[in-house]
């Protein structure tokens, strides 16, 4: 498997996540350089911080969704939940010594990509037009700092 390349076509038109997003293909970049490299330390290395990297993002994701009232965040949580433990096996059958990560390559990015256009998009509308009512109500510094200054000059 080559090298994958971001395309115009996962953006979700929110910033922080979408560059999640290419930290994660940049991460299964790095474990297709780590692998070539034939240095198992180096592919632990990526694998670990690409599980860790991940998890953060799935619990910062479905926070944004919880906090915009995405009605099916749920059972988005429940996909991420089935990603994790898939992931998780992989990482243990290469901790015993198997060479999967050819396959993880595989499954990473194939199920990243099909994830983020259909899964991802359908909440990206709601969480965007929840931060820009967050954003609106909080420009002039929140409730507090418009109050004070209402009242306080």
């Not at 898939?86 to 010594?97: Q, S």
Request: hydrophobic share 40%.
């Amino acid at each position: 498997m080559g090298l994958l390349i971001w395309q115009e076509s996962l953006n979700t038109g929110i910033d922080i996540i979408d560059s999640q997003h290419q930290r994660i293909v940049e991460m299964i970049n790095n474990l297709h350089v780590a692998q070539k490299s034939g240095s198992r330390a180096a592919i632990t290395e990526v694998i670990d911080e690409m599980v860790d990297y991940t998890l953060s993002h799935f619990a910062f994701e479905e926070e944004l969704m919880e906090e915009a009232g995405y009605p099916f965040c749920a059972a988005h949580k429940r996909v991420h939940e089935v990603f994790a433990r898939r992931v998780g096996e992989m990482r243990m059958r290469f901790e015993a010594g198997e060479d999967v990560v050819g396959e993880l390559q595989g499954m990473l990015s194939r199920w990243l990509f099909n994830h983020i256009r259909n899964d991802d998009k359908a909440y990206a509308d709601q969480v965007k037009q929840h931060l820009n009512v967050f954003v609106r109500e909080h420009q002039h510094g929140g409730w507090l700092k418009r109050t004070v200054h209402r009242l306080f000059g």
